[in-house]
């Protein structure tokens, strides 16, 4: 399945908007849904970890904030429902919540989009 410039743009930019919606999310995972031709997908959140699950595949994410001692980092691992897979590790430094916020967007962003193509 091709992802074109528009469904990077309609998934990124709900995903980025979805925290303040009620229910969170909601329209992101609809139109995930009716791009991967999903019947159904799952959103699980936690502090600091994140686990989405559609039957194209799975995306998981684990946060660790930074502190005066330490670089923060986001790992991130998608596995597609035949046998894909990939991961990232970034390092992040000291962050307002908006900047954080922008940076974890894109990265997850990105495992969707990657996941679509899976």
């Known amino acids: 399945?091709?992802?074109?410039?528009?469904?990077?743009?309609?998934?990124?930019?709900v995903l980025h908007e979805g925290m303040?919606?009620?229910?969170?999310?909601?329209?992101?995972?609809?139109r995930l849904l009716r791009r991967a031709g999903a019947g159904r997908a799952?959103?699980?959140l936690a502090r600091g970890e994140?686990?989405?699950s559609t039957p194209?595949?799975?995306i998981e994410a684990w946060l660790r904030r930074s502190s005066p001692l330490h670089d923060?980092?986001?790992?991130?691992?998608?596995?597609g429902a035949g046998g894909g897979y990939s991961g990232s590790r970034s390092?992040?430094?000291?962050?307002?919540?908006?900047?954080?916020?922008?940076?974890?967007?894109?990265?997850?962003?990105?495992?969707?989009v990657g996941l679509a193509v899976m």
């Open 72 to 79: 923060g980092e986001l790992r991130i691992r998608a596995t």
């Open 1 to 13: 399945m091709q992802i074109s410039r528009t469904d990077e743009l309609e998934l990124l930019t």
């Open 42 to 44: 799952r959103l699980l």
């Open 56 to 58: 194209r595949g799975s």
């Open 91 to 112: 390092h992040l430094g000291p962050r307002e919540d908006e900047q954080l916020r922008a940076e974890l967007t894109r990265h997850l962003g990105f495992a969707v």
């Open 20 to 30: 303040h919606e009620q229910p969170a999310w909601g329209t992101f995972l609809k």
């Open 50 to 52: 994140a686990a989405l």
